[in-house]
């Protein structure tokens, strides 16, 4: 596994450690500029978790302090990507794509038709969870982003009878 020496790398890895501040990137990447008061309202998360998560990526360089506003009283704060930071995690990105995940993982086991269709119900809500992740991924690139390769993840369920 090739190791985060580079400074900038480091701060990306960080950016990325929660999910919170992936979907702010995201959201960035794709409309620019926003507030942690908007996203906030829009999804349904506590102002000052939203606030927090803003603040970590201004501090790691992510975000950058683009204006402030006054409403109702309060000050509102908008932030936009960092166009170098975004370049960062796209170089990461590319570098991870192109390294092999490793084997594929498989498993073997013999069950009755009570587990064999809990089995199932798990493995649809798995894909479902993968056309989740499918979606996210497609909104991080954008939807004037060129098409790059990405990790072809294929999930294979194979019954039959038991041979032993």
């Not at 794709?30 to 309202?41: I, K």
């Not at 000052?48 to 309060?74: D, I, K, M, N």
Request: proline letters at 5%; zero cysteines; aromatic letters at 4%.
């Amino acid at each position: 596994m090739e190791r985060l020496d580079d400074a900038a790398e480091l701060r990306a890895a960080k950016a990325l450690a929660h999910p919170i501040r992936t979907d702010v990137l995201a959201h960035l990447r794709a409309h620019q500029r926003a507030s942690p008061h908007e996203l906030a309202e829009r999804w349904g998360i506590p102002l000052g978790t939203v606030s927090y998560h803003f603040r970590r990526l201004h501090e790691l360089g992510f975000v950058q302090l683009e204006a402030r506003t006054s409403r109702r009283g309060a000050i509102v704060h908008h932030y936009g990507l960092d166009v170098a930071a975004d370049e960062t995690l796209r170089r990461m990105a590319q570098r991870a794509l192109r390294r092999p995940e490793g084997p594929p993982t498989t498993a073997r086991a013999v069950l009755d038709a009570t587990a064999l269709a809990a089995l199932r119900a798990d493995v649809q809500r798995l894909v479902a969870r993968m056309k989740e992740l499918e979606a996210q991924t497609i909104t991080r690139a954008g939807a004037d982003a060129a098409p790059s390769p990405g990790v072809a993840v294929e999930l294979l369920l194979s019954v039959g009878r038991d041979a032993r």
